[in-house]
Structure formats: structure tokens, C-alpha cells
T-cell receptor
């Protein structure tokens, strides 16, 4: 079975600071990995995804994530946080031929001035 | 135009009632989903339809019955509502079943409160 673990239900950063949201996955086959963002009272939006190829994936709004097979990780980073980045972030895993996403429990990013 | 739209946005009802949530997507996608987000923000798939055919049914109580009249619509009917059904329900769509790498497009959610 596939699963993801997001370390830290809340992460607080100052505006302009580095954002690091952690995600570790469990999968017996090569995974597809995703990060989604949920702004208050909205549905989820895809930030980025990894399927195959380059392990450093760039997404929208300056976010990127690196697939590290040896560490079974797919951490999300952004060099400089902006107030508008405050939201809930979800890591998710799928695999080839598997038509559903398995989500982590989410990490709330708080950005202070 | 909203890509995936759900109605109603809020639904407050008494235990034992029957209610429906409607979802429509104008993206021309073949696959639609229902996800449930509980009070701890945990998201879990409930159902998936591809071209009106049920593909995924995740051991959801049979009080929940999805209906897809066409590939642009996926409605969720809930019978005999229970307190534990209180959650946010998200509809989503994707281009096709493909190989599991598809981007999902989510609606803005329906917050269901059962009193």
C-alpha cells in the first residue's frame, strides 16, 4: 500500500524566509508524487508533480520539490516566503495504473510579517 | 467560468435527512471524483467515475450513492445522514484515467454539517 507522511501539522516562517515542508512516502513501486495547495475556503490546486525524469521539479509560485529515492522524500521548498503563501499544503502519492491519489494529512504554512 | 463547480457550498441538516450535492465540470474531462475532507483536514477518495462508469468505490457506506448522468456531472446523494458525515466534500475531475499521473482539478467544496 502507498502512503505519505507529512512532518509537522504547522510550519511558521517569516516573510522572506525559506519555506521547507517535509513529505516522506512509502511505495513498493516507483511513485508519482504531488504537492497540492489549499487556500482558505477553496479547493486544492496542483503546485507540482513528479512522475519520471528530472528529480528536481519546479512548480507554480516559485515552489520546487526534489524527489530523493534513497530518502523516500519529496520535500517542498521556496527560497523566500510571501504572505500569500499562507495556506494548507498536501503531499500525495500515486503510481502507474493506480487511479487514485493518497494524500498526507497536510501542513499549514503560516507566514508572519 | 468555474472549471469544477459544486452546489451547495454549505449544507446544514438534521440527522436522518437525505441530501444531495451536485458537481459539474466544464473542462471536457472524462473522469470525476468525490473526496471527503474530515475535521482534521485528512482527504480521502470516496468514488471515481470514468465516462459515467464507476471505477473506484472506497468502502463507503451504501448510504452514499453517486450518480453520473453524463461525463460532465457527478452528483452525490446521501441517505439517512449521520453526525459522522459532517465534513467537507470535494468534487474533482481529471482528463482521463491514464496512468495515475493526472492533475486533478478540484471544486471549492461543500461543507456539510449534520446536527
Amino acid at each position: 500500500a502507498q502512503s505519505v507522511t507529512q512532518l509537522g501539522s504547522h510550519v511558521s516562517v517569516s516573510e522572506g524566509a525559506l519555506v521547507l515542508l517535509r513529505c516522506n512516502y512509502s511505495s513498493s513501486v516507483p511513485p508519482y508524487l504531488f504537492w497540492y495547495v489549499q487556500y482558505p475556503n477553496q479547493g486544492l490546486q496542483l503546485l507540482l508533480k513528479y512522475t519520471t525524469g528530472a528529480t528536481l521539479v519546479k512548480g507554480i509560485n516559485g515552489f520546487e520539490a526534489e524527489f530523493k529515492k534513497s530518502e523516500t522524500s519529496f520535500h517542498l521548498t521556496k527560497p523566500s516566503a510571501h504572505m500569500s503563501d499562507a495556506a494548507e499544503y498536501f503531499c500525495a502519492v500515486s503510481r502507474s495504473g493506480f487511479q487514485k491519489l493518497v494524500f498526507g494529512t497536510g501542513t499549514r504554512l503560516l507566514v508572519s510579517p | 467560468d468555474t472549471a469544477v463547480s459544486q452546489t451547495p457550498k454549505y449544507l446544514v441538516t438534521q440527522m436522518g435527512n437525505d441530501k444531495s450535492i451536485k458537481c459539474e465540470q466544464n473542462l471536457g474531462h472524462d473522469t470525476m471524483y468525490w473526496y471527503k475532507q474530515d475535521s482534521k483536514k485528512f482527504l480521502k477518495i470516496m468514488f471515481s467515475y470514468n465516462n459515467k462508469e464507476l471505477i473506484i468505490n472506497e468502502t463507503v457506506p451504501n448510504r452514499f450513492s453517486p450518480k453520473s448522468p453524463d461525463k460532465a456531472h457527478l452528483n452525490l446523494h446521501i441517505n439517512s445522514l449521520e453526525l459522522g458525515d459532517s465534513a467537507v466534500y470535494f468534487c474533482a475531475s481529471s482528463q482521463d484515467l491514464g496512468g495515475g499521473s493526472e492533475k486533478l482539478f478540484f471544486g471549492s467544496g461543500t461543507q456539510l454539517s449534520v446536527l
